[in-house]
C-alpha cells in the first residue's frame, strides 16, 4: 500500500496548487489517533487512483499558516484541489466508498 | 451450525473488546465488526485517571491499543466493517454489513455512544471549522487562542484541562450552578488558571462566517444575553446510544438504550448488549469492560447449553 507523503508548507504550493492532476490532502495532527484510522482509508484509495489522483497528507498544527487558510479547525478533514483550488472539503471520518465517490465526481 | 459464527460481536469500544476477549479465550468462533478497528470513544479521548491498574493515568488512545492488542492475542479478528442491519427473530441471527450478511448462533451489541449535539445555529455548518467534539484530535490547532468547553461533566472539564494545554483561555460554560464531573476534576479544574467558568448559562447560537468566531450565550436565571468570543468550541454535553441499526431487531427505551436484564439479555434470546450502548448509569471504560465480560461468559454459557442453535 502507497504510504501518504507528507508535505509542509514550503512544498504545498509545488504539491497542491501546481498539480496537473486532482489533489487529495489529508489534514491530521499528532496527536489525533483517530486521523491514524482514517490513514489506511485514504492510503487504499491512493493505489486505486495511482496516475490519476495524488494524495498527501499535512500536519496541521505544525504547519498552522495552510490550515488557517483553508480553515482548518477539526481533523481528519480531506480536501480534493483541482487546478490549486479546493473543489470537495469532508470533515471527519468517512468509509471509502464515500471518500472514493467524491473523488470520481471531481474527476468527471 | 457451520458457516456460522459462534459469536458476532458489533462495535469495539472497552465492552466490546474485554467480551472479544473473554469469547477468544472461551475459544468461541468470534468476529467482531467495527467501521474504525475498534478502541472506541476511547480513541478520541485523552488522559484516563481512573481505569484500574494505571496509577499515573493513561491516554485514552494508548488504552484502546492495548485492549485491542490483547484480545487479538488470543485470537479475535476485527473487520473493519459497519453493521447496517441486525436480523435476529430467528436462529441463527444474521448481521448484516457491505460485504453480505452473517449468521451468528449469539450477538452482543456494544456500538457505544457518540457525542450529542447542541442542537443551535452554526453548529452543524462550522464543524470542522471551530466546533469540535474530539480534543486530542483538534486542540493543537487552537494554540494560543480562546476557546469555549460546553457541558459540566467528567469529559467536559477533563478535555478542558486537556485544551489548555495548548488555548490560552478555555471558558468552560454549564447550563448549571454546579458541575457533575468527579471531584478530583472540578479541583483541578478550579486550580487552573487558564480556565474560567460561566455557570447557568447556554449557548443560543455559535456565530462565524467561515469558522467559529463568537457564542451568542443566555443567562437562564436572568434572560440576559451576551456574546463571547472564541475561535473554537468544544462540545461535551452527553451522548446518544448508536442504535439506529437495531431499533427493529431488539426493544429500545424512549431514548434509544437498548433494554437489557442484570444479565445483560436483550429483548431478544441470543442477543446480548454491553457498554454504553445500554447503559444510563455508569458509563466509565472500566464499567463497560466489565459488561462485555459478563456478556461473553453468559454467551459461553448460553453456546454450550443449546448446542444446536
Excluded at chain 1, 40 to 66: C, M, T
Aim: net charge negative; with cysteine.
Amino acid at each position: 500500500m502507497i504510504k501518504l507523503m507528507d508535505i509542509a508548507a514550503d512544498t504545498f504550493a509545488s504539491e497542491v496548487l501546481d498539480s496537473a492532476t486532482p489533489v487529495v490532502v489529508e489534514f491530521y495532527t499528532q496527536t489525533c489517533k483517530f486521523c491514524k484510522r482514517f490513514e489506511p482509508v485514504v492510503e487504499s484509495l491512493a493505489d486505486k487512483y495511482e496516475g490519476k489522483v495524488r494524495f498527501r497528507r499535512i500536519d496541521a498544527a505544525q504547519n498552522r499558516e495552510i490550515a488557517v487558510q483553508y480553515d482548518i479547525f477539526g481533523v481528519p478533514t480531506t480536501l480534493i484541489f483541482r487546478n490549486g483550488e479546493v473543489v470537495e472539503r469532508i470533515s471527519g471520518f468517512v468509509p471509502e466508498e464515500e471518500l472514493a465517490r467524491k473523488i470520481d465526481g471531481v474527476l468527471e | 451450525m457451520p458457516g456460522a459464527y459462534d459469536l458476532v460481536i458489533i462495535g469495539g469500544g472497552p465492552a466490546g473488546l474485554t467480551a472479544g476477549l473473554y469469547a477468544a479465550r472461551a475459544r468461541l468462533n468470534v468476529v467482531m465488526f467495527d467501521p474504525t478497528g475498534g478502541g472506541g470513544w476511547l480513541v478520541k479521548t485523552t488522559t484516563i485517571e481512573n481505569y484500574p491498574g494505571f496509577p499515573d493515568g493513561i491516554q485514552g488512545p494508548d488504552l484502546a491499543e492495548l485492549l485491542i492488542r490483547h484480545a487479538v492475542k488470543f485470537g479475535l479478528r476485527i473487520v473493519e466493517e459497519p453493521v447496517t442491519a441486525l436480523l435476529a427473530r430467528h436462529n441463527p441471527k444474521r448481521v448484516v454489513t457491505p460485504s453480505g450478511e452473517h449468521e451468528a448462533r449469539a450477538v452482543i451489541i456494544s456500538t457505544g455512544s457518540r457525542p450529542m449535539m447542541l442542537g443551535v445555529p452554526g453548529e452543524q455548518e462550522l464543524q470542522g471549522r471551530g466546533v469540535s467534539y474530539c480534543a486530542t484530535c483538534d486542540a493543537a490547532l487552537f494554540e494560543g487562542q480562546d476557546v469555549a468547553v460546553v457541558g459540566g461533566g467528567d469529559a467536559a472539564l477533563d478535555e478542558g484541562i486537556e485544551i489548555t494545554r495548548h488555548a490560552r483561555t478555555v471558558h468552560v460554560i454549564h447550563r448549571r450552578d454546579t458541575f457533575r464531573a468527579e471531584r478530583v476534576l472540578q479541583e483541578s479544574a478550579f486550580a487552573n488558571k487558564k480556565m474560567k467558568f460561566i455557570f447557568d448559562t447556554v449557548v443560543d447560537s455559535i456565530n462565524g462566517e467561515k469558522t467559529v468566531g463568537s457564542l451568542s450565550l443566555r443567562n437562564v436565571l436572568t434572560g440576559d444575553a451576551s456574546e463571547l468570543k472564541v475561535s473554537g468550541v468544544f462540545i461535551f454535553i452527553g451522548t446518544r446510544p448508536n442504535t439506529d441499526f437495531v431499533k427493529d431487531a431488539v426493544k429500545v427505551d424512549e431514548r434509544g438504550y437498548i433494554v437489557t436484564n442484570q444479565f445483560h439479555e436483550t429483548s431478544v434470546k441470543g442477543v446480548w448488549a454491553a457498554g454504553d450502548v445500554q447503559d444510563k448509569i455508569y458509563r466509565q471504560a472500566i464499567t463497560g469492560a466489565g459488561q462485555g465480560a459478563a456478556a461473553a461468559i453468559l454467551v459461553e454459557k448460553y453456546l454450550h447449553e443449546h448446542p444446536s442453535i
